[in-house]
DNA sequence: TTGCTTTTGCAAATGGTTTGCAAATATTAT
DNA sequence: ATAATATTTGCAAACCATTTGCAAAAGCAA
């Protein structure tokens, strides 16, 4: 995979993020200097090659993050911005199905939804 | 909301049904006999009044189904079946989410993706 | 059955994402 | 550096699950 500016302008969005990004989220966050279609191959090729992870919502839309770690979000429904938290028993979830069911588990997608802080306030007004 | 064949056929499906269901599929397992609109309204429907829940895999298909459990799902990748699993350690996680961050909770979604039993065998050969 | 309201089928629209292709750019060998 | 080769980009059109407007059909109360 060759280094493009587009690459990295795409990619150092994430160093510094927390939260999962939406390939309409990141051409904004460039100023639409790339093409859609530029965005989102290159999204997908960073998941293919392990530098970004996805998840998808309930509004079916892609979101990105940083693959290095392991973390889960929560998505407040209100003002449609998500937090990230750390808590997961997946393991524990996995070991069941790998020696109750039989599966060869790949992965796992957790996510809660909710009303954030702010938007509880602002609701009680 | 009135009785109608097309409500009673469509929910029938989900009775004795243990997995989730895409639109696409109950328009099939109704042999084309409603217009996949109907299909979709419906489903919306029974999804609003509690009948059915939904669930957005990372197909970004919606599958529905039956309302009244709790449960998650483990969907295979080889042979794209799903199979239900009944451990669930949210409610910890929920009340972690409440105290720690301050959201009020509205649900949550979890499912794991693997490769199940029958799909590594064949794989051996 | 009448009259009123909801539901259905059809066709067209929606919206995120993907794809084909020619032009532009990165890499490699000269 | 420069030319040759392979990859990447922008553009426009295609995709596909889902939604929507509207007129015809069906459910329901009186």
């Known amino acids: 995979m060759r280094s493009t500016k587009a690459r990295r302008d795409i990619l ?3 160093h510094n993020e927390d939260v999962p990004l939406s390939a309409d989220y990141v ?3 460039l100023n ?3 093409d859609r279609s530029t965005i989102y ?3 997908k090729n960073f998941e293919n090659n392990g530098k970004l992870r996805s998840i998808v919502f ?3 839309i892609t979101y990105f993050y940083k693959g290095s770690e392991h973390f889960h979000f ?3 429904v209100k003002c449609k911005k998500f937090e990230r938290f750390d808590l997961c028993y997946s393991e524990s979830i996995s070991k069941y199905i790998t020696e109750n069911l039989g ?3 790949l992965g796992h997608t957790l996510y809660f ?3 954030c802080k702010n938007c509880q306030e602002e609701m009680k007004k």
């Open 12 to 14: 150092d969005l994430f």
């Open 27 to 29: 051409y904004e966050l």
């Open 32 to 34: 639409g200097e790339y």
């Open 41 to 43: 191959r290159n999204l």
């Open 58 to 60: 309930s509004d079916k």
């Open 74 to 76: 929560i998505y407040c």
């Open 103 to 105: 599966y060869k588990v």
């Open 113 to 115: 939804e909710g009303i």
